[in-house]
Every structure is written in structure tokens, then in C-alpha cells.
């Protein structure tokens, strides 16, 4: 996993309330290996007509905003399905970081396992984001994780929040499950006791 | 005399390893539910060349890649389709868990399989690679979906990092209607909280009407929790519950089972004890439910008329609305009931059970399906079950399809399909975009009213027709 310290980049707004999982990556591509990359996917139907044509209304389809790094989103975004294959998507497409109000629980967690920042601020500064970037197409925002700020188009900056012991990990791109195994003895003792007070739980 | 705690408390006190001064927590897991989605974390875990740790607590489902006109992997004409399920077998050998193939006579949803084997019990910590694990909850379990990566993690260490959900309680009170069942209960909670509404919280659900439901409506109102944003939807254990559990192939026996009675007996939440975030919602008041947008939380009780976004003050829900109609293809206005249907989909880990089976063939009796109409029992074991009461000839005798069980047309990754600008009526969990095939329109409701909808060709209200039948 790579390290997340401060990543600036051309911002997109996504100006739609709950973008679920099945709009980042459709089912059908859920099959295809992580290796083989997800390049190309990102809101793969949503941002075709019928007719499968790209539609160039889609922001994303925009020269300004097609190659966006960051996402700033509506709330609820990544709602739905716990595929991780969407943030894989996001990742492959260039995108560390999205900004939302909020985010469903478990993409929020599958980005930060991905090396991403879901970055919560609240609505209203939402909608400002998105109003400069409409403004000025192709705008810049920082997403610093050393100081835990956002840095808008404007020079604002603003506060943000996320846990701990993610940003830890975040910020050296180490992954979770050999600091885990560091805890074995805590966890064989809670497995004993669990055998000792929980014994119907076990054949 | 100790604080009174809340029962999402007292699951997760009893599941912590070790708490970070930062709240993090470490937690333990009981059971590991895996599918042949899950492939994705056994391949994390072999490439970081490690081990399952506790392959007594792992158990597997083929699910979502298993075509449902087959009876064996070898049959499965799609290779991909074939390879997917191949490998789960692989896997469950190599890393020796327990594995409910095609030749079990247990295979099925994971979960609806969970509960059924007695894999799923009241007072555990459950996780699946799946959304919709909320489900277990039903039993009195904290249970929530997960990503690949934590899936990888589980494998390897069986514990998860977590921080601390907020604890909700959604009390619905009041006697349910002729003809409302668990699915209109969580559609009218998501239309009132919103799809956002319980984001960040593990949600426990309480009240005359939650405790007057058996237990496959209770499994039905903890899946669809995610689809309010929930991490985790939960029900007190009661007789109902342990009347369920009791017998069950890996639920305990014996002392042992009189030692966890006592202990599931301890889990509801204590008179008093506070919640985060509190809502109410009428039972008296809920009808047949029928989403009509592309988020859950479209949705309206069939008596009534496709919404006006314009009448929508929340500037961000009138435009997702606006969207969603344009979609689905609807004018504001339109009486749900005219409405027309292209096909029916009854199945999914939302309402495949016996109990969703039978309400369905109660409707579908002695009448015709006027669209194609596809019944997919959620497992073996129900197929089973339906078989020996004859519910497969009551859908076969009205011209449906009665096919072997898998997730199928909730998310049509094995081939059941909606066309482009196809509608159907789904008892599955998504109206998504796309969700049940490209261009396909979803409308979610209960299996009673997706059975009235094949029989009618149209959306209807399940109490009319059934008129003077109860
Ligand atoms: S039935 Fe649908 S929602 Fe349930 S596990 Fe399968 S794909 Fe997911």
C-alpha cells in the first residue's frame, strides 16, 4: 500500500446524493483479479448513454475534470455493496481522496485500506467545494494528511477528522494485519477465555 | 448496581481483544461467513503466504457466481461462471474450512444459509464479505459486511480493528396489517430515516410489531440495514429466537446448550439504557411498500402515486429524485398500481426463506404469473422444504419458474438478468442503477406483493386481491 501524506490534485464534484458502489464499478467486472487492474472502469455505465457512447455531460467525460485525483462528493457516497473493487477502481483511476459529508461504513473503511483518505467535512462546506469547482473548472485542492487539512481552490483551509490509528497506518502505508499479528499474545488469551466462559461456542 | 447497557454494548464489551488509548478496538470474531465473492481475500492471503487461523470458524457458500438452472459446478456452462466456484472448492480444501458445495444439500445464500445450519447464534460476533450480513443480527448477533482486505485480516488473525458504532434504536410498535410483512416494515423505516439515516450506527430494533414477527421477517427487516446506512441492525433474542436455534446442526446441544440459553438470556438491552440516536415509526400506519426510484429510500405504499420531486424541500433529494425518475422511466403522478411489470424476481438473502415461499404460493395459488416470473428458494435446505409442502407446484401450476437456489437476479452476476429499460418487480434489497442488469428498473417489495404483481402484470395492492382468502 502506498503512503498518504499530502496529495494535491484537479478536483471533480460529484453533485449526486448516495453514489452507491454499483455506480463505481458495475457487477460485472467484480470478477476481474486485482492484478489485472480496474483502468478505464470508473463509473463505467453511469457515464455512458444507452447507446453506450460516452456522454459528455458526465463531469468526469470533461477535459477539465477527467483527470481529477479527488472527488468531492454528496452525502452517503459509496453506499451499498461492500465490493472493495470500488476503491480499487478509485485508486486505478488516479483517485486518493474523496470528500463527502459522509460515506457508507464500509467503503469508508475499504479506501483506507487502499491507501485512499475519505476526508468528511460537512454539508455546507461541501457545497461550496463544489460550487468553486464548477467555477473554475480544473481547480486544485490539497488533501494534507500530516496536518490534517483541506485546502480548497479559494486558500481556505479546513479541519478534518479521521481515526487515529487509520492515519497511522495511512501515513506510513503499512497494512493492518502484520501490526495485528504483533497482538498474538492478546489475542490467544481472549481465545482461551472465550473457550473457558463461551464453551457452547465450540463443537 | 451496574449501568444499564444498551445489548449492541454488551455484544461488543464481550468481543474486545484489546482498546487502543485512540478507541480503536480490536475485536474478535466468531464466525466467518465466506461465498465465492470472497475470492478476492483468499487471494490477499495467499499472497502474503499466510494461513487461516481458525478454519473451525470459517464456513463457506457458493452464491453469487452459481447459476441457478444447474444442480452440479460440472453443468455450469459459463467458464468463468465455473472456474469461480472450482476455486472456492479449492480454497476451502487448501485453508480446510467448512464448505457447502453444490453436492452438500446445504449449499445456498450465505446468508440464509448462517442461520439455518445454526452457524448464526444469538450473543456472537459474525462477519461475511458482504453487505448484507446485518441479517444475522436477527438472531441477536453482531454481525456487519466487510471489504476484501478485512476479509484477508479475518483470515489471518480472526479479529477486525473497529472503532465503536453509535448505538440507535428504530421502535416500531403497533400490529402489522393483513397482507405487511418484515419487508414493508424496512421499507417505510428507510423511507422515513432516509438511505443515510442510521450511517455510523449498529441499529437495534425494537417494539410490539419487531417482537410479533417471526423469525424470517426479523431476518428480512436486519439485512435491508445497510440499505439505511446501518453498520450492523440487531433484535433481542427471545423464545421466538431459541425456539429457532434449538436443533439446528452446529448450534450447541446439551448442557451446553442450557449454559448459552442462560447467557442469550442476558443480552437485551437493560431497562433504561441510552441510545445515540432514537426514531419511531407507526406499525399501524405501514402498507405494502413499492420503491420507485433508484435509491431504497424512494419509496411509497402502493395505494399512493409516483411522487412530484417538485414538492421535495431538500434541495440534494429532489435533484438524486429527479434523476431517479428519469431512470425509471415514471411521471410524477402515476398511480403505483398502473404501473406495468416486465418481470418478477422472488429470492435473495431478503426474502428467499420458507416463510417468504409461502406467502408467495398463497398468492400465487389457483392464479396465472402474466410476466416471467423467477422463484429462487434461497437455499437447499428451503428448496427442500417448499418441495415437501408443494409450494414448487403452486409456482409451476401458475407458470413460474422454481429454480435452484443462489443470489440470481438480486444482482445478476450468473446470468438472471433484467434487459435494457426491462422493469421488474424484485424482492431482493437494491433498486440501484443497473443493479439487476444494464438499463435495468428495479421496484423493491415484499414477496406477497411481487407475487400479486406476476399474477396481476402490474404493481397491486396484495390485500385487494386477496380479499375474503384470509
Ligand atoms: S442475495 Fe443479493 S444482496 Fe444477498 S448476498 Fe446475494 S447478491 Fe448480496
Redesign the pocket.
Known sequence: MDAFTKWTAKAAPIDAANVDTDQIIPAPFLSRIRTEGYEGLLFYRVRRKADGEMDPDFILNRDDFKDAGILVADRNFGCG?SRENAAWTLVDNGIRSVIAPSFGDIHYNNEMNNGMVPVMLDAGICADLRRQLHANPGAEITVDLERNVVVAPDGKEHAFTIPAFNRERLLKGLDDVSFTLEQESDIAAYEAKRRDEADWLFE | MAPAKTMFAKLWDAHVVLERDDGQTLLYIDRHLC?DGSRQGFSKLKDQGRKVRRPDLTFASP??YRPTDVKSVAEIQDDKMRAILEELSANAERFGIHHFGLDSGMDG???VVGPELGITLPGISLVCG???TATHGALGAFAFGIGASEVAHVFATQTLWQKKPKAMRVTVDGKLGFGVSGKDVILAIIGQISAAGATGHAVEYAGSAIRGLDMEGRMTVC?MTIEAGGRAGMIAPDETTFDYCNGRMFAPKGEKWDKALAYWQTLPSDDGAEFDTEATVDGNAIAPMVTWGTSPENVVPVTEAVPDPANEPDPVRRKTQEGSLDYMGLKPGTPMTDIAVDKVFI????N?RIEDLRIAAKVAKGRRAQVRTLVVP?SQQVKREAEAEGLDKVFTDAGMEWREP???M??G?NGDLLEPGERSAST???NFMGRQGEGGRTHLVGPAMAAAASVSGHFADVRQLMEGSN
Open positions: 455493496s | 461465498h452464491d453469487h445464500i450465505a446468508h458482504d453487505s448484507h439485512n429470492g435473495s438473502c431478503t428467499a434461497g443462489g443470489c440470481s438480486c444482482v452476476m431482493s434489497n437494491r
